[in-house]
């Protein structure tokens, strides 16, 4: 007999009202399987960056860097308040679902970077993923990088002018 296992709960990814509007958040979310390329074969990882600025410009979010590996992605963004980061990734994910065939596991990974060494750290992380997954032998060389142009000059400007 099999013993019963710890189920996974749900994560409420909800943003809390006391964080301030503009919060940055590293964000995983990873397809189905793990291990196969879904998601940097047939233009996927050039359409999944694309939408980065479709989302902007209807308020979704702001992101300040976006890693496409074959199997997950890394982001770090900030999002509308009034939608929450759960809605707009489920949205997000349910277009290229439908529109790219993209399986994805279900919810995703999220983390508030509370303070600017934090934002540094996940974005050194981010932007090296490609060599610790032995893409690259450097960052610079993998093409399914979306990041503004102040990521990795010292820490930024607040995200909206």
Not at 10 to 17: A, F, N, Q, T
Not at 24 to 31: D, E, K, L, V
Request: contains cysteine; proline residues 8%; aromatic residues 12%.
């Amino acid at each position: 007999m099999k013993p019963d296992l710890p189920q996974r709960k749900k994560l409420p990814h909800d943003i809390p009202s006391w964080v301030p509007d503009d919060e940055r958040y590293f964000i995983t979310i990873n397809s189905k399987p793990r291990g196969k390329d879904q998601l940097c074969r047939q233009g996927r990882a050039e359409m999944l960056m694309q939408s980065i600025d479709v989302y902007e410009n209807i308020q979704r979010w702001y992101v300040w860097l976006m890693v496409v590996m074959p199997d997950h992605l890394h982001m770090i963004a900030c999002f509308d308040r009034e939608r929450g980061i759960r809605q707009t990734i489920k949205a997000w994910k349910g277009y290229h679902a439908k529109y790219l065939g993209i399986v994805w596991q279900p919810d995703f990974f999220e983390h508030r970077l509370r303070n600017d060494a934090e934002f540094v750290e996940k974005a050194s992380y981010v932007r090296n993923n490609p060599v610790r997954g032995g893409l690259v032998s450097d960052p610079e060389d993998w093409p399914y990088t979306w990041q503004r142009s102040e990521v990795g000059r010292g820490v930024p400007a607040e995200p909206h002018d």
